[in-house]
């Protein structure tokens, strides 16, 4: 079982739990002259935690399949945070930290290695993406 929650410049325009072919319509209103932005928070409930397999990656594309974009993206941005690093009680890690921590994930996907000092223009343009979204 897979599913997706699916945003269109920060707005969700679809949802599913199942395996399948999805398709969701995007509203005019919410297109930008320039640059627009697809987030889409997958979900995999099997036992490897991927989505596809090695030879077909998931993907959007559009109506027409005149246009394909992978959904294999390369980084994980997390914002800075004063909230603590661990919890008390069951002594988990939080993920949080007080400075940016970017990793890509197609070189580190067990997210051991921050590289936010390293790419500070990625660190950049997802943190004004994500306070864009957050600001709706």
Do not use: C
């Amino acid at each position: 079982m897979t599913g997706d929650v699916t945003y269109f410049n920060g707005v969700e325009v679809g949802r599913e739990r199942w395996d399948g072919v999805r398709s969701y319509r995007v509203p005019a209103k919410l297109l930008r002259k320039g640059k627009n932005v697809i987030a889409v928070r997958l979900l995999s409930e099997w036992g490897n935690g991927r989505l596809g397999d090695e030879a077909s990656d998931p993907y959007l594309h559009s109506a027409d399949n005149q246009v394909r974009i992978s959904l294999k993206g390369q980084w994980k941005y997390i914002e800075p945070s004063d909230a603590p690093a661990i919890e008390y009680w069951t002594k988990m890690e939080l993920g949080n930290d007080r400075h940016p921590q970017l990793y890509d994930l197609s070189a580190d996907p067990s997210e051991k290695n921050n590289v936010a000092k390293q790419h500070p223009e990625v660190v950049r343009e997802l943190s004004e993406l994500l306070e864009s979204v957050k600001t709706r």
